[in-house]
């Protein structure tokens, strides 16, 4: 299900002007200001009863506190880093924090692989939000070619690399073209699913990926690309 479907959407507030930080269940937490457009729970205690926005709600607040673990962690390691051989007991302090937040982590992960949040095809709820995170890490990027499609996104997804749909760890995401994810193993089934205005359009931009372009040349290459999306070149 989509967060901004009719029967869940208008529990969601748009966070584009939010607040320094805000809290759930006792926990703050501080809005990433380069996503700043994501969306979060407004729910009341009564509309919880509706076990499936229970679900969602959990859903949201597993998202939130792993992106909080995730960023401390990253903190912890750039602090270690900078330690000197004197450091040694902020180094076991960190070392120490950093232990018991992997630990959470994996926790949390595999509470994230219950079944209730997945869909009929196996995919979690919050696949939608899940992949778009591992597309952004690479600017729109596929892993494979190369070629940027920020501006053409739907034509990027997030392959699984292990085939399992219920492994959304990061580390087992990766972004590729609709025509790389194509080619991986067992994936030719989506073969002919590919518009040839699609495959066009990619392979065009593949040859656009190491040349630099003036404005003049930028504005060709947008009249090529409306005309491919009009299926007119």
């Known amino acids: 299900m989509d967060i901004e479907d009719e029967d ?46 229970k679900t969602w709600y959990r859903i949201y607040q597993i998202r939130e506190e792993l992106r909080s673990l995730q960023k401390r962690r990253l903190q912890i390691h750039s602090k270690i880093s900078k330690l000197t051989s004197n450091d040694k007991d902020n180094l076991k302090s960190l070392n120490e924090e950093a232990d018991a937040i992997n630990c959470r982590i994996r926790a949390l992960n595999i509470e994230s692989r219950n ?55 990061p580390s087992n995401l990766k972004p590729l073209c609709v025509i790389c994810h194509s080619e991986q193993y067992r994936h030719d089934f989506m073969i002919n699913k590919i518009s040839q205005k699609d495959r066009r359009l990619i392979e065009y931009l593949r040859t656009k990926n190491d040349m630099s372009r003036d404005v003049h040349e930028a504005e060709n290459e947008a009249d090529i690309v409306a005309k491919i999306m009009l299926d007119l070149y």
């Not at 208008?10 to 006792?26: A, F, L």
């Not at 709820?125 to 729109?140: H, Q």
């Not at 053409?152 to 392959?159: D, G, T, W």
């Open 8 to 53: 869940i959407g208008e529990y969601y507030e748009d966070v584009t002007d939010e607040p320094d930080q805000y809290e759930i269940d006792g926990e703050c937490y501080y809005p990433d200001p380069v996503e700043n457009s994501r969306y979060y729970l407004d729910i009341d205690e009564e509309t919880l009863e509706d076990q499936e926005l």
């Open 115 to 169: 079944n209730t949040f997945y869909d009929e095809d196996g995919y979690h709820l919050d696949w939608k939000f899940i992949s778009l995170s591992a597309k952004e890490k690479t600017d729109f990027k596929c892993s494979q070619c190369y070629v940027v499609l920020r501006n053409h996104s739907h034509l990027l997804h997030a392959h699984h690399i292990d085939r399992d749909k219920k492994n959304n760890d």
